[in-house]
């Protein structure tokens, strides 16, 4: 199948490849998978808790040259937004711009989850940090 | 044209006695044999030759119960859809990722992961033998009350046996790659 030269250029030279320490209360984590080919997708964001502003994006992602090439650009993204702006993202903003086929549209899909994860367990974190401080 | 339960003489149910279909399958089998038919006019030798064909495939596709659920479920309009990545069974997510970093170190030439690798596939194996398990209680379920709830289920937990079934083969693949 042939790729954009866009999800080549991301395939052979990822952005943003590694990962964070999970425990970091300033990190969220989000993990998904695509049941049908088997891909798995390790997205994380370092947030700044005083602006919100997202600082870091790091992932790691098996599967095929498009799940990979649309976790990069995703981590590209998500440097220097807020978190709202980043659950703004949508799956088919990444299908654009990477021009993806319509078979490949479902790792898009999975890039905009993994997003979503990671944001959820930073607020999951956040708020379990703040009921903390606010019992003491 | 008639289901593959009709076309046996079966009850559409999911619980089905194997000894059973296998005596009605050869019982219409020998019923339409095509040499049966060999002298009849070009029609009726067709018609024979279509039920015989049919008969096979009914019978291939019933004796297996993971098929025949798989069946049931597109006879209903429950068919294997495009799955959604909630789909996958987020407590197998850790342990699937764990699993790539270590197909990753194999294919690296780190064969020091093999045990680790043996190890997730012999655990990936239970969890396919639990999943295969829960059939024929949801099997008895759909039969007894048709809900499409229970269907439903048994989608589920044939989605998760492909799924840990892609990974079991996935594994046994490289490990042999690296042997």
Known sequence: ?136 | MSGYFELLGLPPALTLDAAELQRLFYERSRQWHPDRFARKPEEERQRALDLSSRLNDAYRTLRDPVQRAQYVLAQEGLDAGPQRSADVPPELLEEVFELNMALEELRGGDISVRPQLEAARASFLGMLAAAEARLPELFAAWDAARRRETLAEIRGVLDRRKYIQNLVNEVEKELSAAA
């Open chain 1, 1 to 136: 199948m042939a790729y954009s030269n866009k999800v080549l250029d991301h395939y052979n030279h990822p952005r943003n490849v590694g990962s964070m320490d999970k425990s970091d209360p300033n990190v969220g984590t989000g993990m998904v998978g695509a049941p049908e080919c088997g891909d798995v997708m390790k997205l994380q964001v370092k947030v700044n808790p005083a602006t919100g502003i997202i600082e870091e994006a790091k992932f790691k992602t098996f599967g095929c040259g498009s799940a990979i090439a649309s976790s990069s650009l995703a981590t590209e993204w998500l440097h220097g937004k807020t978190v709202d702006e980043a659950l703004a993202i949508k799956n088919t903003d990444i299908v654009n711009e990477l021009s993806l086929p319509p078979v490949k549209i479902h790792c898009s899909v999975l890039a905009e989850d993994a997003i979503k994860a990671a944001i959820a367990d930073y607020k999951k974190k956040t708020a379990q940090n703040a009921d903390a401080v606010a019992a003491n």
